[in-house]
């Protein structure tokens, strides 16, 4: 089984290079940020490890199947350590600020929507609608 992960995990990587390349890295922020989410004691920390993972999941391609994917965060979790683990998620961290960043340069900060009036409810001295 070990030697089919390695095989799907080098077949992956094989296509597509540069693609490849960043999907790696995002698999070793997701990796990093539910590690990073379920172990930190800061609740800011926490938010931040948190949204590492969704963002970063959503980098990866929609044709990438379940065993894929297993054999991509298998193969990318032995290349993390203790040592390179912080500043490897401050990457993370830093792509998505930058990314944050764009999005409010561009004016593209998210309105919320137009509430719409309520409509009174019949009854106590408003007809029903209609009449």
Do not use: H, W
């Amino acid at each position: 089984m070990k030697a089919l992960n390695i095989a799907l995990a080098t077949a992956l990587l094989a296509t597509g290079g540069a693609a490849s390349a960043q999907t790696a890295t995002d698999a070793q922020c997701i990796i990093l940020g539910n590690a990073f989410a379920s172990q930190a004691k800061d609740a800011k920390a926490q938010k931040v490890a948190e949204a590492a993972v969704y963002f970063y999941l959503g980098r990866i391609g929609s044709s990438m199947t379940a065993p894929q994917l297993k054999a991509l965060l298998d193969a990318q979790a032995k290349t993390l350590t203790n040592e390179n683990a912080g500043p490897t998620m401050q990457k993370c961290a830093a792509a998505i600020q930058a990314k944050v960043d764009m999005l409010e340069t561009a004016g593209g900060q998210p309105k919320p929507a137009a509430a719409t009036p309520a409509k009174p409810a019949p009854g106590k001295g408003n007809p029903p609608p209609g009449r």
